[in-house]
């Protein structure tokens, strides 16, 4: 049986943590607020967890997975990194790669070795009571290792998303991961808040269809989240959005001209490149 | 049993045949191409129908739905007009309004009534072969009268989209309806065109979420239905592209300048009106 530590008991890490037991891992958490802990240790989602953050508890795991907000995460290796064991192997669930990888890799040095991966998945509610390890069957988990890392290390993240039931693993760079996550994710979220603030909709609500719905369903966003998300990975989401505000304005003054062929090709390409995506 | 004669038996003309026989109406059809005539009659669809727009034929009718694209069906009443009866009620599918609504009021004059409706439904897919009366059931559909049309021409109107199902009825202006189609529709589509083709994002596709595909399955569009319905709805779509374009360009600005208060209060506004368009 597998001992493992969650630290930060949200959506997330209870999602984690609740799989994790299921899969038979002896599953521990730490959480700044108590109640987390109660309600997971009374609903058997762990077996044991505090809400203070010791050298003493935290250097008894070989594993653990930090399941915090990017800059909380980077705090808690930053001021407390040497609680963690020699030779410990750890990992995240974090959105963002490149603005934290190399930091978290190098307070750690060779002592511990930090292996990212990032669940792309999620639900618009929050907190362990929430949880749901079910949202990561149709979802994808990318790990982005570096050459710090180790097979072992790698080994143990994949070992993670099986356990999980991840509907797809896959291995990218740091800086491949933020691309990626620029368009496919953040720039969708930025077109969904700009969808939702540009006009004062609510009088529409009876004729909207469900395809506005599907469009905006993502405009209920966590402020404090992805703020963050964003803020750390501005230069790649930067060029996604001006590269979208382009193509938005190139159509927009087909449209303006009359250039009915233009707007058909564009049409065209949209259709084409959309097959892919088709779900197989 | 009501009599009725549906002109252009493509995927919406043959969902409302298939639908208004199953209800007991007397269904015939026009449809220039005589496939779609045969397969319709052949599989119960309609009572009959033919691939001649006659005068003869058409004088038979008290009720017509014309199921074109706005303008064929323009055509058909300029060169046509007077194959239709005195008396009879005319009404349509039309996706946008104003530019057809007194054009083909003012053709008709008194002798025929147009009353004008809109079945905001659709599937990715063509012709009568598709046709599926359950595409309307979960669907708005959209009376949009002038002061030319009567009690008499509502309550034919009404009439079709409750024996079609249609989950909602509502009366507009066309004015109303074609800024309502802008935002809701027109600007959706062209959101989710921009965005498939402002990036080849076909070595995406393995780390796609649910999220992406549900925001961009609009983008395998018709482009000949599209492009024809963004110029005759044009100056609405404009005003909502270019709200739209400036409502991004300020979010980007935000995420550029650094200013995260600013970006949660864009994404708190963004949550607040989503939650009006949760279902009830």
């Given at each position: 049986?597998?001992?493992?530590?969650?630290?930060?008991?949200?959506?997330?890490?209870?999602?984690?943590?609740?799989?994790?037991?299921?899969?038979?891992?002896?599953?521990?958490?730490?959480?700044?607020?108590?109640?987390?802990?109660?309600?997971?240790?009374?609903?058997?989602?762990?077996?044991?967890?505090?809400?203070?953050?010791t050298k003493d508890?935290?250097?008894?795991?070989?594993?653990?997975?930090?399941?915090?907000?990017?800059?909380?995460?980077?705090?808690?290796?930053?001021?407390?990194?040497?609680?963690?064991?020699?030779?410990?192997?750890?990992?995240?669930?974090?959105?963002?790669?490149?603005?934290?990888?190399?930091?978290?890799?190098?307070?750690?040095?060779?002592?511990?070795?930090?292996?990212?991966?990032?669940?792309?998945?999620?639900?618009?509610?929050?907190?362990?009571?929430?949880?749901?390890?079910?949202?990561?069957?149709?979802?994808?988990?990318?790990?982005?290792?570096?050459?710090?890392?180790?097979?072992?290390?790698?080994?143990?993240?994949?070992?993670?998303g099986e356990d999980l039931n991840f509907r797809k693993i896959s291995l990218l760079t740091p800086k491949e991961h933020d691309e990626m996550i620029a368009f496919l994710s953040q720039l969708t979220h930025c077109i969904a808040v700009a969808l939702m603030t540009c006009k004062d909709s609510q009088d529409l609500v009876n004729y909207t269809g469900d395809s506005f719905r599907d469009l905006t369903r993502i405009a209920n966003i966590n402020e404090n989240m992805w703020t963050e998300l964003f803020m750390m990975n501005k230069s790649a989401l930067l060029k996604e959005m001006d590269s979208f505000i382009n193509c938005m304005t190139i159509l927009r003054n087909f449209i303006n001209n009359g250039d009915e062929e233009k707007i058909k090709n564009m049409m065209r390409l949209s259709t084409e490149r959309r097959s892919y995506f088709n779900k197989k």
């Open positions: 049986m597998e001992k493992i530590l969650i630290v930060g008991l949200g959506l997330i890490g209870g999602s984690y943590a609740k799989g994790l037991t299921k899969k038979g891992y002896e599953v521990y958490a730490y959480n700044r607020n108590r109640n987390a802990i109660d309600y997971a240790k009374k609903n058997g989602i762990i077996v044991d967890g505090t809400n203070e953050y508890f935290v250097s008894k795991f070989d594993r653990i997975i930090f399941s915090l907000y990017p800059k909380v995460f980077k705090e808690y290796i930053k001021n407390y990194g040497d609680y963690i064991k020699n030779g410990a192997i750890i990992s995240d669930v974090s959105g963002v790669k490149e603005s934290i990888v190399d930091y978290i890799q190098g307070i750690l040095g060779d002592r511990v070795e930090f292996i990212p991966a990032h669940p792309m998945a999620g639900k618009e509610v929050y907190g362990v009571e929430n949880a749901d390890e079910k949202i990561f069957e149709n979802a994808n988990y990318i790990i982005t290792p570096t050459k710090k890392n180790t097979d072992k290390g790698i080994a143990f993240a994949t070992k993670i």
